[in-house]
DNA sequence: GCACATATCACCCTAAAAGGGGATTGTGGA
DNA sequence: TCCACAATCCCCTTTTAGGGTGATATGTGC
């Protein structure tokens, strides 16, 4: 079964050379090319693409907006960014959003319908330049040190616990330790750590995202 | 320029037939081929790669302990993991040490030419699975919502400020309000997270990434 | 005007946390 | 052997946080 396709795109000359590109593959239908994602909702529902491609700078609602809109009617339908923009905001905005691929429009034509393909088959198409971006991203979320605060074993599981929003009794209990045995090792972890109590820790762990 | 390319891989055909099918372009010289990963630096100092294939399951050294080495000789060699795994813990490590694209074994050789060609572009080469897995993760880490708490603008500034471990008394001060108002607004906050107290909030929202 | 939410402030009391000072074991290395 | 350090516990004081129960002003919407 071929591939139905509902593009949103506001400038006249590409969404053409869109549908003439995409019409001369058979493996294409395209069921909707729009100048702007206005109804999206309805459209999306008439016209039951298996993906779209989606502009960000439209008139009216822009592309990001549509995301969640095309994602409510059918969470299976697949949706790749096509875009000239490559910063930041967007990108991630998109991504967050649902977007399922982002591609950029300098990239050759012959690209998107690489992209198409790859978004069917369960891929995430992303431009060279972006998935570079979505990489350095994903690494720098996933960074954790721990070690550089020469935490000892005992006071990474009081830590564990606190971050968890435990009170210093309750950490005791679970630890099965007196109370002051706790306080003892949060004195160490806070002098440790540099601060001067359980929220500054608590604060400061998760957003540097210690321990994990 | 030809691309020089380096290739780790344990398994003697795999190895061979990479070798020819790289042999056969004249845009790329392999300057070594080696079973395993032992003395990984002084090999990558003498062979001077662009690109480094890595596979991850060999012999002595596994290809994620290899990646900080090979980045340690030069950062700018691209790294590409090429293995049949596809389990999250060995992707995720293997992105988070520094590789630049991440190939499965299963898809065809060519798109191991195509990863070669991403990846000097800048790009970062994914198997459409693992594409999938980096997006869907990546979108996941950076979900904020705050809006379904229903937090009033104040008590969303007051929960800034004890989010970076302020006290209740520099929250008062800060926004130069009295300390008893700055509680009431916090057992407000405390209300409508479901939460006891301010360790337990803090907790909450930089798990949950509310707010942001 | 009235209901409602928000933001502001006040006072009381209890519980929890933090800061400071100890002390005792056991383990591992210099 | 002795020292350092981790882990355990105890006592004391001060500060902070939290629960309860109010009040007042200021908007906003019907």
Known sequence: MATRIVIFEDNEKV???LVT???NESAYVVTGAHPDASDVGRRIRQETPHVVILDIDMPGMNGISAIPL????DPEISIVMYTQFEDDEK????????ADGYVLKKTS???LLAAIEEVRAGGAPLSPAVARKVLFSFR???????AKYELTDREIEV???LIKGYSVKLIAAELHIAYDTCRSHLRNIYRKLHVNCGKEAI???LAEKIVL
């Open 15 to 17: 969404r053409s050379s």
């Open 21 to 23: 590109l995409l019409g």
């Open 70 to 73: 095309i994602k409510e009617v």
């Open 91 to 98: 990108l991630f905005k998109s991504l967050c959003a649902g």
């Open 109 to 111: 034509p012959g690209n």
């Open 140 to 146: 720098d979320q996933r960074q954790s040190s721990h």
């Open 159 to 161: 830590l564990q616990l």
């Open 203 to 205: 604060a400061k762990v």
